[in-house]
Antibody
């Protein structure tokens, strides 16, 4: 069975850092583009970052560029998001999502909540 | 940068009725890269439609997608109680950028 399990969320003060992880299982992780998508409380979805197979084709949304870094460890079937210089507006549930060949997000994790507050 | 505008913001219907949700792009979109998602409270989004009109695995055939260029539609032919949720469209654009619409809430 395919699974994506996020961890690492929590409460952090503005300007702080946090590293999110996503453990994948049930599919050939190394062959897929993986993404982070976030959702502020009560609001819509926002794509954050994507990374292609073999750490190629890394992209970040303008809202997080220079502050967030996406990476992957194919040996561990894991996806990461290093978040630095966190702001209140980064408060959201962060989802790990697999991307299919037509750009669709076909599998999602359950999400991990990041709260940036003093 | 493409902007996706969904309408209406909220749609109030009853079980058994037909629902038509719209997603309009600020510029022409490659229909191969247009998807629709359903999200229920406290849950992750679920893929319904990709490539504008292809149903994802295990999605009921009452869900259908259509459209091209700048105008796309998600249709639910006969609403079931479990269909009341928020629906998002998404475009996978150049340079691997991804854009979501703001969502349509389908309520009873």
């Amino acid at each position: 069975e395919m699974q994506l399990v996020e961890s690492g969320g929590g409460l952090v003060t503005p300007g702080g850092s946090l590293r999110l992880s996503c453990a994948a299982s049930g599919f050939p992780f190394s062959t897929y583009t993986m993404n982070w998508v976030r959702q502020p409380p009560g609001k819509g979805l926002e794509w954050v970052s994507s990374i292609g197979p073999s750490n190629t084709d890394i992209f970040h949304a303008d809202s997080v560029k220079g502050r967030f870094t996406i990476s992957r460890d194919d040996a561990k079937s894991s996806l990461y998001l290093q978040m630095n210089s966190l702001r209140a507006e980064d408060t959201a549930v962060y989802y790990c999502a697999r991307q299919g060949g037509a750009g669709q997000f076909d599998y999602w994790g359950q999400g991990t909540l990041v709260t940036v507050s003093s | 940068e493409i902007v996706l505008t969904q309408s209406p913001g909220t749609l109030s219907l009853s079980p058994g009725e037909r629902a038509t949700l719209s997603c309009r792009a600020s510029q022409s979109v490659n229909s191969n890269y247009l998807a629709w998602y359903q999200q229920k409270p406290g849950q992750a989004p679920r893929l319904l439609i990709y490539g504008a009109s292809s149903r994802a695995t295990s999605i009921a055939d009452r869900f259908s997608g259509s459209g091209s260029g700048t105008d796309f539609t998600l249709t639910i032919s006969r609403l079931e109680p479990e269909d009341f949720a928020v629906y998002y469209c998404q475009e996978h654009g150049s340079s691997a950028r991804n854009t979501f619409g703001q969502g349509t809430k389908l309520e009873i």
